[in-house]
């Protein structure tokens, strides 16, 4: 019998405040995110996405953690690492924002929050954002602070999470639309609350900022929740990819351009705005596509997972691209990946064939997203 390997644990590989319920509730699986433990499935993979979309769950995502700045030159910096125009931002606001490099390559892809004209939040996908930003005002000599605040998001996701939420934080959540943030009380703490999460069933992320009461809130949505059959869950692998959320270090890296993500419209090069990479794209711009973000579609499910990227070749067998993740779907009725394509194969219906684990298989190239 082929024992899988578990995690050593250790101070580097960071708990959360919420760990120990996350156990107690049985998570099978963890990965690793922003050096901190993320669990990947309680159930299964498929009872855990059923749930979901009917349900609702709450999500320990502390490991999206924030990198914040503050200090008069927070804007300036903060805009310094987006290609996204932030000139227009306000209070309140949540703003999904590509970071790019000296080559316009991507360097995460976080949620920024504007808290106040001279503070912001990144609250960044898995890569090491807090030492680049630590490098980009050291050698502009900024007048800023750069730091990780403790900070353990708290998502409740799924159709019944605004009423969980409203019997949590009262009914003024209801008023929160997507991408803006509220604070509001929970036990005389202020605490930032949005209506955002890394899923398409809806809901909330609660930005915790005391371990202290991180027990406390876990226990009161999930007492709330019981009502509407709540569980713990977590990003789920099957949800996102059917949605067409994107997994920085899985779909994308620094090797790709916002454009070649499919995140164009995030790209705001006609904006007066500064910020590192503009030159890169501008010739990116002007250039045009070589290779973009599509999806592929399987007629059968595959018994296997994406762990490694999966070359894709064209029916002469030259290599045109990678799939990076991928499940099986009982809704689009077949294995559906996310794949880096050439462009002469973008066409929804081009046939390629793909080199899985379990050989090669003939596959269909679909829009992305989905639907
Ligand atoms: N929530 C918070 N922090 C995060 C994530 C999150 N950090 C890591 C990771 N997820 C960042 N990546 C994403 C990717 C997509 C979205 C959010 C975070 C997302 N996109 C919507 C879309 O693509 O339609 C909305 C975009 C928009 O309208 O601006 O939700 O989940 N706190």
């Known amino acids: 019998m082929v024992v899988t390997p578990t995690l050593s644990r250790s101070r580097r590989l960071r708990q959360t405040p919420y760990s120990d319920r996350v156990e107690a509730c049985g998570a099978k699986a963890y990965t690793v995110y922003n050096h901190m433990l993320l669990a990947t499935v309680f159930r299964s993979l498929e009872e855990d996405y059923q749930h979901l979309c009917e349900n609702v769950q709450i999500w320990d995502v502390s490991c999206e953690r924030q990198v914040e700045i503050t200090g008069p030159d927070a804007a300036a910096l903060t805009q310094l690492m987006t290609c996204r125009d932030l000139s227009k931002a306000k209070y309140g606001q949540c703003f999904y924002a590509p ?28 890569s090491d954002v807090l030492l680049w930003a630590k490098g980009l005002a050291s050698g502009r000599g900024m007048d800023v602070k750069v730091f990780e605040p403790d900070v353990f998001p708290l998502a409740v996701q799924g159709p019944m999470a605004e009423e969980v939420m409203a019997k949590v934080f009262g ?58 059959n709540i569980f713990a869950g977590c990003p789920n692998g099957i949800e996102r990819v059917e949605g067409g959320l994107l997994s920085y270090g899985n779909d994308m890296s620094s090797e790709n351009t916002p454009y070649e ?21 501008e010739i990116a711009r002007d250039q045009g ?17 994406v762990s490694k990227s999966w070359d ?46 379990l050989g090669d298989l003939t596959g269909t190239v679909a829009n992305f997203p989905f639907d």
């Open 99 to 126: 970071l790019v490099d000296e080559n316009g390559g991507m360097v995460n892809d976080p949620i920024i929050l504007k808290l106040a004209e001279d503070r912001y939040w990144l609250s960044i996908a898995d």
């Open 171 to 228: 009914e003024k959540v209801r008023d929160i639309k997507f991408f803006r943030f509220a604070e509001l009380f929970y036990q005389n703490h202020r605490m930032v609350v949005a209506r955002s999460g890394w899923s398409r069933q809806g809901g909330f992320e609660i930005y915790l900022d005391n371990s202290a009461l991180a027990l406390d809130l876990w226990d009161r949505i999930w007492d709330v929740g019981k009502d509407y």
């Open 261 to 281: 993500c499919g995140l164009g419209k995030y790209v705001n090069l006609e904006a007066d705005i500064e910020f590192v990479g503009r030159k890169a794209l």
């Open 289 to 305: 596509l070589g290779r973009k973000i599509c999806n592929i579609r399987f007629d059968k499910r595959l018994e296997t997972s």
């Open 312 to 357: 894709v070749l064209n029916v002469g067998g030259d290599h045109i691209g990678n799939i990076s993740s991928g499940c099986n779907s009982k809704k689009m009725g077949g294995f559906i990946a996310i794949a880096m394509l050439d462009q002469e194969f973008w066409d929804e219906g081009t046939i390629v064939l793909v080199q899985t684990p």
